[in-house]
């Protein structure tokens, strides 16, 4: 059973400070993707990468897949009020459409 | 319609009452998703299609779980004989989907919250 998960579970912060997410799996994943989900809403996509050890930067977010494809973290920069909600890390396998969510990460941040 | 669109968007029911859940899908979106969330937790996977073709429905968590879909549109995911521990938010997804190649992005209704009393 495929497995993804996510480290811290909660996250408080004060805007302006610097935070990691993490995402873990002993799986091989042959893309992995980033959702930033907001009470009542369904999870929309941040980011998808699909090279190990790749590195993509989204304005202050920096999202990183490791080199054995394994592995993801999301890091942002002087956070904002606005980057509060719940973010989640998604891979697919090869040969398959198959999306495994991780076991999420809520951010709060606080003015 | 220009999302994906769930119905219910709230259901509360009793024990030991069949539920039935609808998606309606991105217009030409071929692959399609079910998902379960518990208290704002990550997402569990439940069921996808392609096409009317369901390849893997490893995350039903009984025989009282079952979905389909029809048309290569509309879902429908129907849980029997409901139990407290079904209720979640459940959530239908929706992409292109090249068979075997899932880098696309999923777009996600706003869910079926379902209450079992």
């Known amino acids: 059973t495929q497995l993804l998960e996510q480290s811290p579970q909660f996250l408080s912060i004060q805007e302006g400070e610097n935070l990691t997410v993490y995402c873990n799996s002993s799986?091989?994943?042959?893309?992995l993707q980033w959702y930033r989900q907001e009470p009542g809403e369904g999870p929309v996509l941040l980011v998808t990468?699909?090279?190990?050890?790749e590195v993509k930067k989204l304005k202050r977010l920096t999202f990183q897949f490791g080199d054995a494809r394994k592995d993801s973290s999301l890091h942002i920069t002087a956070a904002q009020t606005g980057d509060t909600g719940l973010y989640l890390c998604?891979?697919?396998?090869?040969?398959?459409?198959?999306?495994?969510f991780g076991t999420g990460t809520r951010l709060q941040v606080f003015p | 319609g220009a999302g994906v669109s769930q119905s219910p968007s709230n259901k509360v029911t009793e024990k030991g009452k069949d539920v039935e859940l609808r998606c309606d899908p991105i217009?030409?979106?071929?692959?399609l998703y079910w998902y379960r969330q518990s208290l704002g937790q990550g997402l569990e996977f439940l069921i996808y299609?392609?096409?009317?073709?369901?390849?893997?429905k490893s995350g039903l968590p009984s025989d009282r779980f079952s979905a389909e879909r029809t048309g290569g549109s509309v879902s429908t995911l129907t849980i029997q004989r409901t139990q407290q521990e079904d209720s979640a938010v459940y959530l239908c997804?929706?992409?292109?989907?090249?068979?075997?190649?899932?880098?696309?992005?999923?777009?996600f209704g706003e869910g079926s919250r379902l209450t079992v009393l």
């Open positions: 997804a929706s992409r292109q989907g090249l068979a075997g190649r899932a880098t696309g992005e999923l777009f």
């Open positions: 799986s091989v994943f042959s893309s």
């Open positions: 990468v699909v090279t190990g050890g």
């Open positions: 998604a891979g697919s396998s090869y040969n398959t459409d198959k999306l495994i």
């Open positions: 217009s030409g979106h071929t692959a």
């Open positions: 299609f392609q096409g009317n073709s369901a390849p893997d």
